[in-house]
Each structure stands twice: as structure tokens, then as C-alpha cells.
């Protein structure tokens, strides 16, 4: 299964976290706004990212924007 190797895959791009308020799910306890997070995989709606648990999380696009590539 893809999922099971995302933490040790490469990091896709990186994004940065623009607001934590979320109209159905707690969000604010595991991202923080300003913070840069590793995207480790995405699809059309989510991006999968190493939140501040230091585990994998799936979370709407909305949450982010992207930032430069360097």
C-alpha cells in the first residue's frame, strides 16, 4: 500500500499553513498558521502532510498555499 511509505518518501513541495478554521473537523490542535509543512503526497482535494504530531495528515487544500520552489 502507497500510504504505508509516505514518511520516509521524498518531500513533493513544501506549503505553508494560511488559516486553521475548519467548519467541520478540529485542525488547530495538529497545524499551525505560518508554519511550513512537508507534502509527502496529494490529491485533486487534499494534501498529505507531516503535521505537528511528526505523523502523516490528510488535509484540505484550503488549509495551504504553496510556496516558491526553490
Known sequence: MLHENWETKE????????????????????????????????????LFVVDNTKKIGGFYKEYFEDLPSV
Do not use: P, R, S
Open 11 to 46: 518531500t513533493i513541495k513544501k506549503v505553508k499553513c494560511i488559516q486553521t478554521d475548519a467548519k467541520k473537523y478540529i485542525v488547530n490542535n495538529v497545524l499551525t498558521v505560518g508554519k511550513v509543512y512537508e507534502v509527502k503526497n496529494e490529491t485533486e482535494e487534499f
